[in-house]
């Protein structure tokens, strides 16, 4: 089926749904996470469940701000990364040009002010193209502790730490927050999990497991294997993705914005290597060699 949602996360849809379906958050599968703060649809696929009965819950779902679609019977699950890619149509709102203090400009010319720069913007993306950074989506905007930390925790194998990690809460006395904050002051998963908004599938997971299995390290090591395995990996890929981050920034800065001498390179169909007389018939990599850099062949968008 297609999900359409709206301010939701995918993990709180999908806790949402099982819950309703009587069926568990790890019979879902899908091919990546949508952002919450936006109008996303994206495919998955649910075990155990007939197409009457998601049928029969459409209503239910479109209170909580889902809409199901494309109904079907498949014959396998979805995997992450099984996509051919993702769509973004954007609106920006309150557009202004910089340094636009000028009460007096007429609502036109600011408007064929701002048409200008944003044709400029778009042409300049497509000459120079952008860095693919991983943005906030990833990492968690506005929170106390982002999920590249918890992921490094778990990469080490420090189940405790990475436990606390995830238990920090928000400035201010939200539910979710509050009992996050009960639970790190009294390592009390039983009460904390009263006090745990029934939205947050994660935290609920998790804490139901600190309670049966204690707050220890074989204990935490049960809270994260409580979690499906899309839901755990999402903190160590948080992590790689910072490296990533880090790593073009420091390329960046060191090393400019064209191809250098070792440079791997993803050759386009068609182009010839610089030492190379016969005829490339199809994409492969390439190691840039000094030639090569000084003669400017392959783009930064190849690297």
Same mark, same amino acid.
Request: proline share 4%; aromatic share 8%; net charge positive.
């Given at each position: 089926?297609?999900?359409?949602?709206?301010?939701?996360?995918?993990?709180?849809?999908?806790?949402?749904?099982?819950?309703?379906? !009587?069926?568990?958050?790890?019979?879902?599968?899908?091919?990546?996470?949508?952002?919450?703060?936006?109008?996303?649809?994206?495919?998955?696929?649910?075990?155990?469940?007939?197409?009457?009965?998601?049928?029969?819950?459409?209503? %239910?779902?479109?209170?909580?701000?889902? &809409?199901?679609?494309?109904?079907?019977?498949?014959?396998?699950?979805?995997?992450?990364? &099984? #996509?051919?890619?993702?769509?973004?149509?954007?609106?920006?709102?309150?557009?202004?040009?910089?340094?636009?203090?000028?009460?007096?400009?007429?609502?036109?010319?600011?408007?064929? &002010?701002?048409?200008?720069?944003?044709? %400029?913007?778009?042409?300049?993306?497509?000459?120079?193209?952008?860095?693919? /950074?991983? !943005?906030?989506?990833?990492?968690?905007?506005?929170?106390?502790?982002?999920?590249?930390?918890?992921?490094? *925790?778990?990469?080490?194998?420090?189940?405790?730490?990475?436990?606390?990690? =995830? =238990?920090?809460?928000?400035?201010?006395?939200?539910?979710?927050?509050?009992?996050? &904050?009960? =639970?790190?002051?009294?390592?009390?998963?039983?009460?904390?999990?009263? #006090?745990?908004?029934?939205?947050?599938?994660?935290?609920r997971?998790?804490?139901?497991?600190?309670?049966?299995?204690?707050? !220890?390290?074989d !204990?935490?090591?049960? *809270?994260?294997?409580?979690l499906?395995?899309?839901?755990?990996?999402?903190?160590?890929h948080?992590?790689?993705?910072?490296?990533?981050? %880090?790593?073009?920034?420091?390329?960046?800065?060191?090393?400019?914005?064209?191809?250098?001498?070792?440079?791997?390179v993803?050759?386009?169909?068609?182009?010839?290597?610089?030492?190379?007389?016969?005829?490339?018939?199809s994409?492969?990599?390439?190691?840039?060699?000094?030639? %090569?850099?000084?003669?400017?062949? /392959?783009?930064?968008?190849?690297?």
């Amino acid at each position: 089926f297609t999900l359409c949602k709206e301010n939701l996360e995918t993990l709180e849809a999908i806790s949402y749904m099982a819950a309703a379906l !009587g069926v568990l958050p790890s019979d879902f599968t899908y091919a990546g996470i949508k952002d919450k703060r936006a109008i996303t649809y994206q495919s998955m696929v649910v075990k155990k469940v007939s197409p009457q009965r998601l049928k029969e819950k459409t209503a %239910e779902f479109e209170k909580r701000g889902m &809409r199901l679609s494309q109904i079907r019977s498949v014959s396998e699950p979805l995997r992450l990364g &099984r #996509l051919q890619g993702n769509h973004f149509d954007l609106v920006v709102r309150n557009l202004r040009p910089h340094g636009a203090s000028d009460t007096h400009s007429s609502g036109a010319s600011t408007q064929s &002010r701002l048409a200008a720069l944003v044709k %400029e913007a778009v042409e300049n993306v497509e000459a120079r193209g952008f860095v693919n /950074y991983y !943005g906030p989506q990833r990492f968690g905007s506005g929170q106390s502790v982002q999920s590249d930390p918890v992921g490094l *925790a778990l990469l080490k194998e420090d189940m405790v730490a990475a436990v606390r990690l =995830f =238990f920090t809460p928000e400035e201010g006395d939200d539910p979710q927050s509050h009992a996050k &904050r009960h =639970f790190l002051q009294t390592d009390n998963a039983k009460e904390s999990l009263a #006090l745990m908004p029934l939205s947050k599938a994660r935290e609920r997971l998790m804490l139901r497991a600190l309670n049966r299995f204690g707050t !220890g390290p074989d !204990g935490c090591t049960q *809270a994260w294997l409580s979690l499906p395995h899309s839901m755990r990996v999402f903190y160590p890929h948080a992590y790689c993705s910072r490296v990533w981050n %880090e790593a073009v920034a420091h390329r960046l800065a060191t090393l400019g914005h064209s191809a250098r001498r070792g440079d791997l390179v993803w050759m386009k169909e068609g182009q010839k290597k610089v030492e190379d007389t016969g005829e490339t018939s199809s994409p492969q990599i390439h190691v840039v060699t000094d030639q %090569e850099e000084q003669e400017g062949v /392959y783009a930064l968008g190849q690297v």
